[in-house]
């Protein structure tokens, strides 16, 4: 096993973030009993000693996947809408544009693999079920942030924030729209029955 001592290793020039990254794949594709140091080493063409040079075991792997899942699927995406200069409005529906788009990122995993797997992850480990717990709460609620701007009640807002929620959770579970142009209709479609009023 290799160990940070003085020099690196020449295997150490395969980064962190690499293995993340395919960790992200393997447990998207087959689970997170899936994701396996030595199998994952055979598949990345590296020696097990490569792997851990970044990670003390797999648990330390699995809680970098985590860390990452969250960090790109969440946090990214909230900052990315916080950033643009745009009324409550025109921001939900890019909030909605970039959560039907996020799998995306991963190259040959854009129908919400990674998504379920983790969250059948959570349904075996307590922690994992904790991070999803804080995760539904933490989109929920800035989802919900964007409806009361536009103007709604606070109880209008947060069932709006349900329904734009729910429906990516279940079209992530069920099964995408494989046509973007289709996909992106109905996103369109969904935000203006979702910001619309109602009388009486």
Not at 19 to 34: F, H, K, P, S, T
Not at 51 to 70: G, P, S
Request: hydrophobic fraction near 40%; proline fraction near 3%; charged fraction near 25%.
């Amino acid at each position: 096993m290799d160990k940070k001592q003085g020099k690196k290793s020449p295997e150490s020039k395969l980064g962190r973030q690499h293995w993340i990254n395919a960790g992200l794949m393997v447990l998207g594709e087959g689970g997170v009993e899936a994701v396996r140091v030595e199998p994952l080493a055979k598949r990345m063409k590296m020696t097990k000693g490569s792997f851990y040079w970044h990670f003390k075991n797999r648990n330390d792997l699995l809680e970098a996947i985590l860390a990452e899942w969250i960090e790109i699927d969440t946090n990214v995406i909230i900052e990315q809408v916080n950033q643009i200069d745009a009324d409550p409005k025109t921001k939900l529906l890019y909030l909605l544009e970039l959560a039907y788009a996020d799998s995306d990122q991963m190259p040959g995993l854009s129908d919400g693999r990674i998504e379920n797997a983790i969250r059948a992850w959570a349904k075996s480990d307590p922690k994992v079920a904790e991070q999803i717990a804080h995760i539904d709460e933490q989109r929920l609620n800035y989802t919900k942030s964007l409806f009361l701007k536009i103007g709604f009640s606070e109880t209008e807002a947060m069932v709006r924030a349900r329904l734009a929620y729910y429906a990516l959770i279940g079209e992530l579970t069920i099964g995408v729209v494989p046509n973007q142009a289709d996909r992106l209709a109905e996103i369109h479609m969904q935000h203006a029955i979702l910001t619309c009023n109602i009388d009486g």
